[in-house]
């Protein structure tokens, strides 16, 4: 901790003195990454460690405002044609890559080249980045392409609605041919981008600091953005020592619960505990992101008991939501008694196909038609230990009905390649939005999104889910496109290759020095806003 604490301190002293090297009163703005971060590069931003970081060093054709909304980023406006298949962007002439040694200590101006060549970095199987999928069975051949240098063009073999707000993924992020070129694999651990922040100095497991982008393009009220001087990021695994590092005024942000200090942060009823409330103010709004366990159905891969419906559905009908939210997370969240799609999207069933999400009796009867109790072989779930609580209450819910289930606790960056490989055969999982549309929740069960290719981490396949998924991608009307979520949510429901838990809520506290903060259903800080009042 001493040490951390030691470089936090050197981190705020490095940051540069003015002309007349006099040290200012400089604003930093410090927060935890327990996870710890893999990459700074946009195309391996597929965790919500790496998005958060990426989202202040790089920017895209679009971003998303307060209502998950696309407005303009670096184009600053778009037209689409009337076959819904040509997007044609005008970008801004005034957006510079930050200074780096791939451009000679220099910057340099991006133009419409640059997004051609990110664009097809991200579909280059030699690049073999995760969010490659995003523009699987959509981009026509050769469909980027440079106009001008301010004018980018993107042709797509088909209308689909979701594709304006699909390109805010920090997927879609543009870097520079000279720095992935000059850093080749090391780009990661050397980032050159365009947002208000510029990579400074990063000391593996312990911080990473960035620094104010003195030409950043964004102005706010003709203010140039943005208004803090560095951003500092912490690792400490230790949920526990990060909030007391927060209490103590070393961090001015703390995101999430978990059940090793919920009841530090929150009363019962979910709200912030009163002696907290002096300095730290609490953010709480909905999340949309899905828990759930995922079940590995791959014929060619499933054993028993996982291949048989019956006991799938026996598994969900046997836990109690409601109950766990209310004792392992004070409230936070919302039990789960619809689909996979959380609620706040289009799309979203507020009941359980099938009869109440919690129902032992049915649980029974269900265990009855797989014959699992002619075998009862023990099953594993996965989890990383912040959520072993969550397994553990689990656990005796199933074994009450009579299935025997181990607990399998591994590190967070474990399960992540595991699940890719199709490795896992029960696992806690989540699936946060990448953009605003049902769409994203339900490619996770495309057949031709397999992992590692894709979201598909369960490799579910079913012929039918896929012709409606297929149909929704050209269906412009959107009644019609919401109809089709819904179908495709009831064969989940019914095929049950995932048990949904809840849908997730936000909660973050704030230092009450740090004000215009922007915060999201995404749950992703916008730091380029925020100001710290240092007094």
């Not at 038609?369 to 689990?394: A, E, K, M, Q, R």
């Not at 981490?457 to 998924?469: A, G, I, V």
């Amino acid at each position: 901790m001493n040490r951390i604490l030691v470089l936090i301190h050197i981190g705020m002293l490095l940051i540069s003195c003015n002309s007349s090297n006099i040290q200012e009163a400089k604003t930093v703005f410090s927060y935890n990454s327990e996870n710890g971060i893999t990459s700074l590069d946009p195309a391996f931003a597929s965790s919500q460690d790496n998005i958060w970081a990426v989202n202040q060093l790089f920017n895209g054709l679009v971003q998303l405002d307060q209502d998950l909304l696309p407005k303009p980023n670096i184009a600053k406006l778009w037209k689409i044609d009337s076959t819904g298949k040509i997007y044609t962007f005008t970008l801004r002439d005034d957006v510079y890559f930050h200074k780096s040694k791939c451009f000679g200590d220099a910057s340099r101006l991006v133009t419409s080249t640059d997004f051609v060549y990110s664009f097809n970095r991200i579909i280059d199987p030699l690049t073999a980045s995760p969010g490659a999928w995003i523009f699987n069975d959509i981009i026509a051949p050769n469909g980027f392409e440079a106009i001008d240098d301010t004018t980018f063009q993107i042709t797509i073999l088909r209308p689909f609605a979701p594709f304006l707000s699909m390109l805010s993924m920090p997927y879609c992020c543009v870097v520079p041919k000279e720095g992935i070129d000059f850093y080749q694999k090391a780009f990661a651990q050397n980032p050159v981008g365009t947002g208000p922040f510029q990579f400074f100095l990063w000391e593996k497991d312990v911080n990473l600091v960035l620094h104010k982008n003195p030409q950043y393009f964004e102005f706010e009220n003709k203010e140039r953005l943005p208004y803090l001087d560095a951003v500092n990021i912490s690792f400490v695994a230790n949920k526990q020592m990060a909030l007391l590092l927060f209490r103590k005024g070393k961090l001015d942000l703390f995101n999430g619960i978990s059940s090793k200090v919920k009841d530090v942060i929150l009363d019962g009823n979910g709200e912030l505990q009163p002696e907290l409330a002096e300095t730290i103010k609490m953010e709480k709004m909905p999340f949309l992101n899905t828990e759930y366990l995922a079940i590995q159905i791959d014929p060619a891969v499933v054993t028993s008991p996982w291949d048989n419906v019956h006991f799938r559905r026996a598994v969900s009908y046997a836990i109690d939501r409601e109950r766990m939210i209310k004792h392992l997370r004070n409230g936070v969240g919302q039990p789960a008694v619809g689909g996979f799609i959380p609620v706040g999207l289009k799309g979203h069933m507020g009941q359980d196909l099938y009869g109440k999400a919690y129902d032992p009796e049915k649980a029974k009867e269900a265990l009855k038609y797989s014959n699992y109790l002619d075998n009862p072989v023990p099953i594993v779930v996965t989890t990383t230990n912040d959520y072993l609580d969550l397994c553990i209450f689990i656990q005796k819910q199933l074994g009450d009905i009579g299935i025997v289930c181990e607990i399998d606790v591994r590190p967070a960056s474990e399960i992540k390649e595991q699940k890719r490989n199709g490795n896992l055969a029960f696992f806690r999982a989540s699936w946060i939005m990448d953009y605003p549309d049902a769409e994203n929740y339900l490619s996770c069960f495309y057949s031709k999104n397999f992992s590692p290719n894709g979201p598909n981490y369960t490799h579910f396949n079913d012929p039918q889910y896929d012709w409606l998924y297929e149909k929704s991608l050209v269906e412009t009307n959107d009644s019609y496109r919401i109809n089709l979520y819904e179908q495709m949510d009831r064969i989940i429901l019914r095929e049950a290759p995932v048990v949904v838990l809840f849908y997730d809520q936000s909660i973050r506290l704030l230092n009450k020095r740090i004000t215009g903060l922007v915060n999201n259903p995404l749950n992703i800080p916008t730091l380029k806003y925020a100001r710290k009042n240092n007094d």
